[in-house]
């Protein structure tokens, strides 16, 4: 936002001209996080999506005598270089499944092929649940 304003110097009454700029500034667009949901060229794990519960269910560790089906809800950031940053865990079920969850999603070392936006790589925000059966 810009306006212009005129001040007087009192040492010899000149009139002086500014502009004054407003000091906002939105961020930069690789500095923005996008709901996935909201975008239509989305992010893609090698593999796909049922890839990704794969890697996720053969690295879990299953908590020593727990059995049971459960959900933990994870949320994520996928950064423009593919990588995943900012790991949560939304809604834990206990038992030390989200921590087990965090765990495993921060080892995962493949890439995910990023959003873009007008051509451009953004960054992105996942919220997915994984599910966890013990009854097997």
Excluded: C
């Amino acid at each position: 936002m810009f306006s212009n304003q005129t001040i007087a110097q009192n040492n010899n009454d000149t009139e002086v001209e500014y502009d004054e700029i407003d000091t906002q500034i939105e961020p930069e667009i690789e500095d923005r996080i996008y709901n996935v949901s909201t975008l239509r060229n989305q992010p893609e794990y090698p593999g796909g999506m049922r890839r990704f519960y794969m890697d996720i269910h053969k690295s879990f560790r299953v908590p020593e005598g727990l059995t049971g089906v459960y959900k933990v809800y994870v949320s994520f950031v996928i950064e423009i270089d593919g990588t995943m940053s900012d790991i949560k865990i939304s809604r834990d079920p206990g038992h030390g499944i989200g921590a087990e969850a965090k765990r495993v999603l921060e080892n995962i070392d493949k890439k995910w092929i990023v959003a873009k936006i007008d051509g451009e790589p953004v960054r992105s925000r996942h919220i997915l649940p994984i599910n966890i059966d013990y009854t097997r």
